[in-house]
């Protein structure tokens, strides 16, 4: 799925503020997450890191060249590189579950950008919303354009070193479900 950039630009709007009942699609995905911690701390993470991230899908050429990664939090830019010495313990916890549950190592920080190339058909998914579950647990809620399959492992590599220590799903969901949850 190629994302137009109209389209990036909608998820940045969602991703400060809860979309319009009436603009959901008939179908969304979602991905029920454990967190190590609050899930407003775990929604403010998550938030810093793709904001940028769509950001530069918006701004930035995607030649090959290396993207600026002065706006990516720093905690996250360390959670890419083996043996950097100052990752916050959500954030090494979060590799060693990631790389538990999905296998290989962590993602290499430009390779994990270069999967928002508005030209790149390999993210499947487009951010919706983030609910709150209870004090522990959230649900990342994303579009997918009624597809039940998609690439998504960047966005389990968010979720998991954001604070994550179970990451469930995909699973479609009628949007009246996401509707009635309540929004962190």
């Not at 706006?71 to 990631?98: K, Q, T």
């Not at 070193?161 to 962190?184: Q, Y």
């Amino acid at each position: 799925m190629i994302h137009e950039i109209e389209d990036i630009e909608q998820e940045r709007v969602r991703l400060s503020r809860r979309p319009a009942r009436d603009d959901a699609p008939p179908v969304l995905c979602a991905f029920d997450v454990r967190t190590s911690g609050s899930v407003t701390e775990f929604a403010t993470r998550v938030r810093s890191v793709l904001t940028p991230a769509l950001q530069l899908a918006v701004s930035q050429p995607f030649t090959g060249e290396d993207l600026p990664i002065d706006a990516i939090p720093d905690w996250f830019v360390a959670a890419g590189r083996p043996g950097a010495v100052s990752v916050p313990d959500f954030a090494l916890r979060g590799v060693e579950l990631y790389e538990a549950a999905i296998g290989g190592g962590p993602w290499d920080l430009q390779e994990w950008l270069y999967q928002f190339d508005p030209d790149s058909e390999f993210r499947g998914w487009a951010w919706w919303d983030l609910t709150h579950s209870s004090d522990r647990e959230t649900r990342i809620w994303v579009d997918t354009w009624g597809e039940s399959f998609f690439a998504c492992d960047e966005l389990r590599w968010l979720a998991y070193v954001s604070g994550g220590m179970e990451v469930g799903g995909p699973t479609l969901v009628r949007a009246p479900d996401w509707i009635a949850a309540t929004t962190v």
